[in-house]
């Protein structure tokens, strides 16, 4: 099997807009893989420091399934690794609020030059260095089984619940402390809230753990152009991203690929059974009919 052989879809069904799944425009393509496929479920947590579409990518590169310890940063790497992501803490009456970091809209540039401030923080066992100029790379020992929540578990939530503070959290957290103090008087923020926008205060850290090894087996393919406007609450952009990549990459895939829909609780794959036998047609004929995927999709 090629990776083009199995799809991985994030987001395919957020639980806040689980309500309003009924006005979903027509998935053809998706449902007819439903129509013809058989089931297999991951059932998971809402609460789950690791979110369904980051367990299916683990399990398929044979890691142990430890909530909060995929170690997606370590990948290729020789030490143990985290995700640290530039964000913005929106301080409320009661509580933190993480906004979604595609609203932040962080320019390249801006963020290499508030790395490059952090960077001198990062000494003796700490290493800080970009992934991407908006996703970079912290490396120290301790994060070898310092579970963490995924970036899109906290976005746009209360950051509280997702915070851990075992003992082995305590030298991370007090480099973020000191980092939010650097960003506090940064030069980018300054000209971010002259322009009105919102500072960069804080960095999220995830994707934890020590390398593990990978299967040498085709992994799956994700795709997250769902993720940005669930995590923005727009469900109109939600349904048009759904509806171009129903009518992309999802009717793009061979008869025998594998489709993995997964929400913020389960996923669901979408597995092709061979070609019914006639008792089996007779049967599916005589039985209610499958169940509609946008039902399916309330499950997730």
Same mark, same amino acid.
């Given at each position: 099997m090629s990776a083009a052989d199995h799809l991985v879809i994030a987001f395919a069904a957020p639980h806040a807009f689980a309500p309003a799944l009924g006005q979903l425009p027509p998935l053809p393509h998706t449902a007819a893989r439903l129509a013809r496929a058989r089931l297999a479920r991951d059932e998971g947590d809402l609460l789950s420091l690791s979110p369904p579409h980051e367990r299916m990518l683990a399990r398929a590169r044979g890691w142990p399934l430890v909530d909060g310890l995929l170690p997606f940063a370590a990948e290729g790497q020789a030490e143990p690794c985290g995700w640290l992501t530039p964000v913005h803490w929106q301080a409320g009456a009661d509580q933190v609020t993480l906004l979604p970091p595609a609203l932040l809209a962080l320019a390249p540039d801006d963020?290499?030059?508030l790395l490059a401030t952090l960077q001198t923080l990062c000494d003796g066992d700490w290493r800080l260095s970009a992934d991407t100029p908006t996703r970079w790379r912290l490396a120290h020992p301790s994060l070898a089984q310092l579970p963490t929540a995924a970036l899109t578990r906290a976005a746009g939530r209360n950051v509280d619940p997702w915070l851990n503070a075992p003992p082995a959290a305590r030298p991370v957290r007090r480099l973020q402390a000191e980092m939010q103090m650097l960003l506090h008087t940064h %030069?980018?923020? #300054? &000209?971010r809230e002259a322009a009105g926008l919102a500072p960069v205060n804080s960095v999220w850290l995830s994707g934890t753990g020590a390398p593990a090894a990978v299967a040498a087996t085709p992994q799956p393919l994700l @795709?997250?152009?769902?993720? @940005? %406007? &669930?995590?923005?609450n727009d469900f109109t952009a939600w349904c048009a991203a759904w509806v171009a990549l129903d009518a992309g990459p999802i009717a793009a895939l061979p008869p025998q690929a594998t489709l993995t829909l997964c929400g913020e609780r389960s996923a669901v794959s979408l597995i092709p #059974?061979?070609? %019914?036998?006639?008792?089996?047609?007779?049967?599916? #004929?005589?039985?209610p009919p499958r169940t509609p995927l946008t039902q399916l999709l309330t499950t997730l």
């Amino acid at each position: 099997m090629s990776a083009a052989d199995h799809l991985v879809i994030a987001f395919a069904a957020p639980h806040a807009f689980a309500p309003a799944l009924g006005q979903l425009p027509p998935l053809p393509h998706t449902a007819a893989r439903l129509a013809r496929a058989r089931l297999a479920r991951d059932e998971g947590d809402l609460l789950s420091l690791s979110p369904p579409h980051e367990r299916m990518l683990a399990r398929a590169r044979g890691w142990p399934l430890v909530d909060g310890l995929l170690p997606f940063a370590a990948e290729g790497q020789a030490e143990p690794c985290g995700w640290l992501t530039p964000v913005h803490w929106q301080a409320g009456a009661d509580q933190v609020t993480l906004l979604p970091p595609a609203l932040l809209a962080l320019a390249p540039d801006d963020a290499l030059a508030l790395l490059a401030t952090l960077q001198t923080l990062c000494d003796g066992d700490w290493r800080l260095s970009a992934d991407t100029p908006t996703r970079w790379r912290l490396a120290h020992p301790s994060l070898a089984q310092l579970p963490t929540a995924a970036l899109t578990r906290a976005a746009g939530r209360n950051v509280d619940p997702w915070l851990n503070a075992p003992p082995a959290a305590r030298p991370v957290r007090r480099l973020q402390a000191e980092m939010q103090m650097l960003l506090h008087t940064h %030069p980018v923020n #300054a &000209a971010r809230e002259a322009a009105g926008l919102a500072p960069v205060n804080s960095v999220w850290l995830s994707g934890t753990g020590a390398p593990a090894a990978v299967a040498a087996t085709p992994q799956p393919l994700l @795709d997250e152009r769902l993720t @940005d %406007p &669930a995590l923005a609450n727009d469900f109109t952009a939600w349904c048009a991203a759904w509806v171009a990549l129903d009518a992309g990459p999802i009717a793009a895939l061979p008869p025998q690929a594998t489709l993995t829909l997964c929400g913020e609780r389960s996923a669901v794959s979408l597995i092709p #059974a061979p070609p %019914p036998s006639p008792w089996q047609r007779l049967l599916t #004929a005589l039985r209610p009919p499958r169940t509609p995927l946008t039902q399916l999709l309330t499950t997730l």
